[in-house]
């Protein structure tokens, strides 16, 4: 999996007066848990670009005091209105414990059911997995070329190695749907016959 | 027009409408949607006008979502009625919409397409909206 480096410093008081000046001078307030004890630290509100406004998972590698140590993004907080980010929840990882993230899902092909009148639907585009973070692959990808009209991919079908997908086992990942005009398509030609 | 098919009690107190949107306020079904920036009663006849605005710009492709619903009756006095002698008769559905509330998302149309048909339902509601995007898109 992809991973990106961010610098923090860490917060010298913590409470909503510090964190209201911290997010005026353009920082975000972060804390990072899952080790010893937690952290409490701030980084520059644009670095975290990269790692929120995208599709794609990353492992975070945080330099907070020059200390570093391995993350991933495990909860975010956005203001109502601006949608500015006010807070992140860091969850360290460790390489011998196996972490539960959420992996964007990817498809490939062209499905039969689509050159049929089909529309393709991608049910989930993440889904939840548990693996060591070696394991972790940058996207699930889903060959949907056999896939017929009115088909689905259920999790349940699902199989990469070292992974452990976490949704319910019946829910469709990817489908192909009979639009109107294919359904009216349908109808005409049986009741021709 | 959207209201409930049954409801518990026909008359409700007007209440109040604090702060922002504490849920309901990020994108969860399609790519595109609408905000509200301002706190407001929206109709059951708003909310519709709004939803055959974006229909028929969209010509019926895509996906339309609606992420409010009006479920509180709101009373009215007949015209030329001395005060008193009760609460009026339920006269219409409102959804009560604080800031920061997605009140419509659309998917499985190009951007502009959705922006434009979006600006359109805007127009039809009482409250300032902004345009936003779900965070992965990528175009």
Same mark, same amino acid.
């Given at each position: 999996?992809?991973?990106?480096?961010?610098? *923090?410093?860490?917060?010298?008081?913590?409470?909503?007066?510090?964190?209201?000046?911290?997010?005026?001078?353009?920082?975000?307030?972060?804390?990072?848990?899952?080790?010893?004890?937690?952290?409490?630290?701030?980084?520059? !509100?644009?670095?975290?670009?990269?790692?929120?406004?995208?599709?794609?998972?990353?492992?975070?590698?945080?330099?907070?005091?020059?200390? !570093?140590?391995? !993350?991933?993004?495990?909860?975010?907080?956005?203001?109502?209105?601006?949608?500015?980010?006010?807070?992140?929840?860091?969850?360290?990882?460790?390489?011998?414990?196996?972490?539960? +993230?959420?992996?964007?899902?990817?498809?490939?092909?062209?499905?039969?059911?689509?050159?049929?009148?089909?529309?393709?639907?991608?049910?989930?585009?993440?889904?939840?997995?548990?693996?060591?973070?070696?394991?972790?692959?940058?996207?699930?990808?889903?060959?949907?070329?056999?896939? *017929?009209?009115?088909?689905?991919?259920?999790?349940?079908?699902? &199989?990469?190695?070292?992974?452990?997908?976490?949704?319910?086992?019946?829910?469709?990942?990817?489908?192909?749907?009979?639009?109107?005009?294919?359904?009216?398509?349908?109808?005409?030609?049986?009741?021709?016959? | 027009?959207?209201?409930?098919?049954?409801?518990?009690?026909?008359?409700?107190?007007?209440?109040?409408?604090?702060?922002?949107?504490?849920?309901?306020?990020? +994108?969860?079904?399609?790519?595109?949607? +609408?905000?509200?920036?301002?706190?407001?009663?929206?109709?059951?006849?708003? +909310? &519709?006008?709004?939803?055959?605005?974006?229909?028929?710009?969209?010509?019926?492709?895509?996906?339309?979502?609606?992420?409010?619903?009006?479920?509180?009756?709101?009373?009215?006095?007949?015209?030329?009625?001395?005060?008193?002698?009760?609460?009026?008769?339920?006269?219409?559905?409102?959804?009560?919409?604080?800031?920061?509330?997605?009140?419509?998302?659309? &998917?499985?149309?190009?951007?502009?397409?959705?922006?434009?048909?979006?600006?359109?339902?805007?127009?039809?509601?009482?409250?300032?909206?902004?345009?936003?995007?779900?965070?992965?898109?990528?175009?």
């Amino acid at each position: 999996m992809k991973s990106i480096e961010i610098k *923090g410093q860490l917060r010298t008081a913590v409470g909503k007066k510090d964190a209201k000046n911290l997010r005026n001078a353009g920082n975000v307030p972060c804390v990072m848990y899952g080790g010893e004890a937690p952290v409490h630290f701030y980084a520059d !509100a644009n670095e975290f670009r990269k790692v929120v406004y995208t599709p794609s998972v990353y492992l975070i590698d945080l330099n907070i005091n020059g200390e !570093a140590c391995k !993350a991933i993004m495990q909860d975010i907080q956005f203001h109502p209105v601006t949608d500015e980010i006010l807070h992140i929840d860091f969850l360290q990882i460790f390489e011998e414990n196996p972490v539960t +993230i959420e992996i964007p899902v990817e498809v490939e092909g062209f499905a039969k059911g689509i050159k049929a009148g089909g529309k393709l639907k991608i049910n989930l585009r993440r889904l939840k997995v548990k693996a060591l973070a070696k394991d972790l692959p940058d996207t699930i990808t889903l060959n949907v070329e056999e896939l *017929g009209l009115g088909e689905s991919i259920k999790v349940e079908a699902m &199989e990469v190695e070292n992974l452990e997908f976490l949704n319910a086992k019946s829910t469709p990942v990817v489908s192909v749907i009979i639009t109107r005009a294919a359904r009216a398509a349908m109808n005409a030609a049986a009741a021709e016959n | 027009m959207l209201q409930p098919r049954k409801v518990k009690f026909r008359r409700v107190q007007k209440g109040r409408m604090k702060g922002n949107a504490q849920r309901g306020n990020q +994108i969860a079904f399609g790519t595109f949607g +609408i905000k509200s920036l301002e706190s407001a009663w929206l109709t059951g006849r708003q +909310i &519709e006008a709004a939803r055959v605005a974006v229909t028929r710009h969209m010509q019926r492709q895509g996906q339309i979502w609606i992420r409010v619903f009006p479920d509180k009756p709101i009373t009215k006095k007949p015209a030329e009625v001395r005060m008193g002698k009760g609460k009026g008769s339920p006269e219409a559905f409102v959804a009560p919409v604080t800031p920061g509330r997605i009140l419509f998302e659309v &998917e499985g149309v190009p951007f502009e397409l959705a922006k434009e048909a979006l600006r359109l339902a805007a127009q039809k509601l009482p409250v300032t909206t902004k345009f936003v995007v779900r965070r992965d898109y990528v175009e």
